[in-house]
């Protein structure tokens, strides 16, 4: 987690930095003249919190994604390291190379071994080019196959998170198939024999996201989006313009609360006080307990009975008029 | 030389043309004046027709006897699924299926028009009433059922009534052991259902898998175009997943990779030939081939 100093704000958050900096003012003050000033200072930080709170009140569905893609949010490897121990990260996918934009292996959660998978965005430039952003290619899809195929083997359960501005549109990725590795997985996954957990934890673009989010349960973090396409593209196709995007995010109602309303995800998890970056710990706190409660439910059932539920779950996703003939 | 287009505007319920025919000099007042009947949507407008491969000029009647592949060059022309039916089925029997299915703004979706007005437009200027038509019937004798999209319904888009369609074919191929076949031709997700178009491709690979443990068969056939969520769905799950020569197949549009490499692209990038030289085709069949080359499939999956 980045030092207070060291802290990145979004539009939306200045009226914090603001506060930050007046904190940092008393604190060189009381410094200087040996005056005692924690008084003010606690005040201050009791604004900020109740700041926190109230910024992110009353969201717009633009301002969602724009935290989303916070660029102090924790990505997959952080909220690996918060809620697991005995991390071990498996590489590749044993035909191309491997893919940096998809991270993955077993952990220990509470002292049970699962296997957990995502996309991983870099925190600074050079990482976030060597993580592609978190737009996986075929390989990254394919290891996460081949990963998840390695738990079905062990009978442990399988974790994704999603956060991905959308699967890479590059020529390489067409040349090795990027639609039919995400379909593959798509597959494949509706037919995994263990626990299936799929949590948004940032971005949920599109096929990129879907490809390793096909589960028993999908749960959306507070401040994250989930759609078809983002609101950028949508804007230039369906506007012909890039400037439409917040009217998009609005059109496509894209947020958790939206997608918890139309039943196609399962919970919203909440996150820390202004959003996940404040607090990777706390953060990793508050979704432990759906992961631990979901695996205990899921472990009730045999196979065969998650499988079929799994298949009927998203069977019922639609909407559509049946009129008379 | 071929004009490069735009799929992605059809997905925007636009046509997809560009510019320069858009502001041509003469305009079309009256559309579809040789062309009332609705078997001949979606092909070439008028008596004669010019490939736009090879400029060669023929009658709309000797191509639709050629079966809409230019006699020249064979460049297959986009058709219609009535026109895929009538080639693939016997006797042009076939009995058309869950077509009760409508699709609805439930989101009330709205960019630069209301999707619901979108959807009017789009059934008052044809008889089809969504992007995929499922039917049975026989193929040489052999049962199969097909769902084809319509690209002339908003880009043959994928939306919740595609996903219902299709699995219902689905369900219908496990109740009866009939196999299945579809045939598309997208430009990609309905964006107008956001997330609910999205969750079509998990709703239909789900119901493929059942297809998958009861033994049936699956084929798909790719046509030109199939973008997007259909290539990241069930139009790479085939037991066999066949192609049109020459059809414009990929997970993202050449425009997108484009701006996204900051290259040109190189000559028959994404084309059915260039899939099956990296090994994600079983095989290429002309539209002339087809029917047989299908039932030859299928019995060989019977006997």
Not at chain 2, 117 to 142: F, H, M, P, Y
Not at chain 2, 262 to 271: T, Y
Not at chain 2, 282 to 295: G, Q, S, T, W
Request: net charge negative; with cysteine.
């Amino acid at each position: 987690m980045p030092q207070d100093k060291n802290r990145q704000f979004l539009e939306f958050e200045k009226p914090i930095k603001e506060l930050f900096d007046d904190i940092e003012g008393l604190k060189q003050k009381a410094e200087k003249s040996k005056i005692d000033l924690s008084d003010p200072i606690r005040k201050l930080e009791e604004r900020v919190i109740e700041t926190r709170k109230a910024i992110t009140q009353n969201l717009t569905p633009w301002q969602k994604v724009q935290l989303s893609r916070h660029p102090d949010r924790p990505y997959t490897l952080k909220y690996i390291d918060k809620l697991t121990t005995d991390f071990v990260e498996l590489f590749g996918d044993r035909n191309v190379r491997d893919d940096k934009a998809m991270v993955g292996g077993f952990a220990s959660l509470d002292g049970r071994t699962v296997m957990i998978i995502g996309q991983q965005k870099g925190i600074n430039t050079k990482a976030r080019q060597l993580r592609n952003f978190g737009m996986a290619n075929p390989e990254g899809y394919r290891k996460a196959l081949r990963l998840m195929k390695l738990a079905e083997k062990f009978n442990k359960p399988v974790i994704t998170l999603i956060d991905t501005p959308g699967a890479y549109p590059g020529l390489e990725a067409e040349e090795r198939g990027q639609g039919e590795a995400i379909a593959r997985n798509i597959y494949e996954m509706m037919r995994l024999k263990v626990p299936v957990i799929c949590v948004v934890i940032g971005e949920g673009a599109s096929g990129g996201a879907l490809g390793i989010g096909v589960g028993d349960r999908v749960f959306m973090l507070e401040n994250t989006w989930y759609t078809v396409i983002s609101p950028e593209s949508c804007s230039s196709i369906l506007w012909r313009s890039w400037d439409q995007k917040e009217k998009a995010a609005e059109q496509l109602k894209l947020t958790p609360d939206y997608m918890h309303q139309f039943g196609l995800i399962d919970e919203i998890i909440p996150e820390p006080v202004g959003g996940a970056h404040w607090d990777y710990q706390e953060a990793a706190n508050l979704l432990k307990p759906y992961l631990l409660n979901t695996l205990n439910e899921l472990g009730q059932l045999t196979p065969e009975q998650r499988i079929e539920k799994r298949i009927e779950k998203f069977n019922k996703m639609g909407f559509y008029d049946e009129v008379a003939q | 030389m071929k004009q490069e287009e735009d799929f992605e505007a059809n997905l925007a319920g636009e046509e997809g043309q560009s510019e320069e025919t858009k502001t041509s000099w003469f305009k079309r007042i009256k559309k579809g004046i040789l062309t009332s009947t609705a078997e001949k949507k979606e092909t070439p407008e008028g008596l004669w027709s010019k490939c736009p491969e090879c400029g060669y000029i023929c009658t709309v009647t000797e191509l639709r006897e050629n079966m809409f592949v230019c006699p020249k060059c064979a460049y297959h022309h986009r058709i219609g699924s009535s026109e895929y039916f009538d080639i693939i089925f016997d006797d042009d029997q076939y009995e058309i299926l869950y077509e009760n299915i409508r699709s609805k703004d439930f989101l009330h979706f709205t960019d630069l028009k209301s999707y619901e007005k979108r959807l009017q437009e789009t059934w008052a200027k044809t008889d089809i009433t969504d992007s995929v038509r499922v039917a049975k019937g026989t193929v040489k004798s052999n049962d199969l059922v097909i769902a084809c999209m319509d690209f002339e319904f908003i880009g043959g888009s994928l939306g919740s009534v595609m996903g219902e369609r299709i699995a219902r074919a689905a369900t219908l191929c496990l109740e009866k052991r009939i196999p299945l076949m579809i045939i598309c031709k997208s430009g990609g997700a309905r964006m107008m259902e956001s997330a609910f178009s999205l969750m079509q491709l998990a709703k239909v690979s789900g119901k493929l898998s059942q297809l998958t443990d009861a033994g049936i068969p699956y084929i798909s056939l790719l046509t030109d175009p199939s973008f997007g969520g259909i290539s990241a769905s069930f139009g790479m799950l085939g037991d066999l997943n066949i192609a049109e020569p020459g059809a414009l197949i990929g997970f993202a549009g050449p425009r997108v990779i484009k701006e996204t490499i900051k290259k040109d692209l190189p000559e028959g990038f994404q084309r059915s030939e260039f899939l099956l030289e990296h090994g994600f085709l079983d095989f290429i069949v002309p539209r002339k081939e087809l029917k047989e080359k299908l039932a030859t499939v299928l019995s060989l999956f019977k006997n």
